[in-house]
Structures are given as structure tokens and as C-alpha cells.
């Protein structure tokens, strides 16, 4: 019963690094999503997936990529990591219907 | 744009006091509004209002729906330390795509 899993928990990058957070689901749900979380802002959407080898932007999407080979994964990569994108990140997926099932988070600092 | 606004931005209350949380929003082609609780780590489900179901209720809490004011309230009765969390408004919009907008959240704390 994993649900949706998000690795790896905790990192550290330098700025110019780059790196892939990565984000699987086992409830064969088509509908995939990237938020990032700021302090006191929220849930921002960076991007979606409507199913395999279909993505696309959401609210925040400069800096980061996303492919959507399979149902299952979902990876969100960061090319140049910029201190602007220390946040934590959640991955979620839903079916065609509501609600949203997250996985539990990924903190990145850039420094 | 489409906007979620949610009140207050943070509450700090007793054990025992009833709290009421606020969302209200701004969305072309409103499909429904969720509430979340967010502890530690990912958010949880609580309850989804639509058209067809604008008042739900489980144990303590309740929310209703006012498609009128374009809001919805979260209410806590005789909260316990470990209602306290952040609690996050979200809405779904289908203009054009199938998007969650989430608010900005209420952070609770619940004192002993």
C-alpha cells in the first residue's frame, strides 16, 4: 500500500548543480502533479501530466523539466539549481476524480 | 487569474475552543473545494464540497460551501493538541484544464 513515493527525502545541491527528484505512483492513476511549497505561500503547481507522454506547465515552471514515459513515474528534474528553488517539493496524483494523494516531500536547499 | 484566499493566516487557541477557518475564492468553470491537513509531511484529505454537496461533517469538523459568496468555512469544535496543523483550501477549476489552486493555508496551533 505505498501510495505515492517521493525520493530522496532530504538534499543538499550547490548552486549549478543539477539533479532529478523522483516521483512514483502505484494506484494507476493518470493524473500527475509537481508542486513546490514555499513558507507561508502555499502550494504552487510547476507541472502536470494528464498521462503517459503528456505533460505540461503549471504555474511555476522556469528551471525545472518533466518527462511522463510510463503511468507509474513522474520525475521532475532541476538543471541549474538557483537558491530560488530551496523549497519543498511534493509530487501528488489523482484518477479522473478528486482528491489529490500526495507523497511526503522533498527538501532541497540550494546554497 | 484564478485565486484561493484563505483566513486567517495563523490562529493559536486553547484546548476546548471552537475555531472557524476561512477560504474564499476566484475561479472560472468552479468544479469543487477540497480542505487538506497538513502536519509534518504530506497533506491529507478532509472533504470535498461541489454543487451537489455543500455541507460535510466527520467527528469534530464540518465545512459548508457558499457557492453564492464563492467561500467555504472549516469549523473545529473542542479542538485537541493534535488538530494542530496547517490547513490548506484548495480548488478545482476545469477552464480548460483540470488544476488544483491551493491557498495559502491557515497554520493552527492548539495549546495544551
Redesign the interface.
Given at each position: 500500500n505505498a501510495g505515492v513515493t517521493q525520493t530522496p527525502k532530504f538534499r543538499i545541491l550547490k548552486i549549478g548543480q543539477s539533479m532529478t527528484l523522483q516521483c512514483t505512483q502505484d494506484m494507476n492513476h493518470n493524473y500527475m502533479y509537481w508542486y513546490r511549497q514555499d513558507p507561508g505561500m502555499g502550494l504552487k503547481l510547476i507541472y502536470y501530466s494528464v498521462g503517459a507522454g503528456i505533460t505540461d506547465k503549471g504555474e511555476v515552471p522556469n528551471g525545472y523539466n518533466v518527462s511522463r514515459s510510463t503511468t507509474e513515474d513522474f520525475p521532475l528534474r532541476l538543471e541549474l539549481a538557483a537558491p530560488s528553488q530551496t523549497s519543498v517539493y511534493f509530487c501528488a496524483s489523482s484518477p479522473e476524480h478528486p482528491p489529490l494523494h500526495f507523497g511526503n516531500g522533498t527538501r532541497l536547499t540550494v546554497t | 487569474e484564478d485565486k484561493?484566499v484563505?483566513s486567517p493566516?495563523s490562529l493559536v487557541v486553547h484546548e476546548g475552543d471552537t475555531v472557524t477557518l476561512n477560504c474564499s475564492y476566484e475561479v472560472t468553470n468552479f468544479r469543487?473545494l477540497?480542505w487538506?491537513k497538513q502536519e509534518k509531511?504530506?497533506?491529507?484529505?478532509l472533504f470535498?464540497l461541489t454543487s451537489s454537496g455543500i455541507e460535510k461533517k466527520s467527528g469534530r469538523l464540518s465545512s459548508i460551501l457558499d457557492k453564492k459568496e464563492l467561500s467555504s468555512i472549516l469549523n473545529i469544535t473542542a479542538t485537541q493538541t493534535g488538530d494542530s496543523a496547517i490547513y490548506?483550501c484548495?480548488v478545482?477549476s476545469t477552464s480548460g484544464?483540470?488544476?488544483?489552486?491551493?491557498?495559502?493555508?491557515t497554520r493552527l496551533k492548539v495549546l495544551a
Open positions: - | 484561493v484563505q493566516l469543487s477540497l487538506y509531511k504530506a497533506p491529507t484529505f470535498m490548506l484548495a478545482i484544464t483540470y488544476k488544483y489552486i491551493f491557498g495559502t493555508g
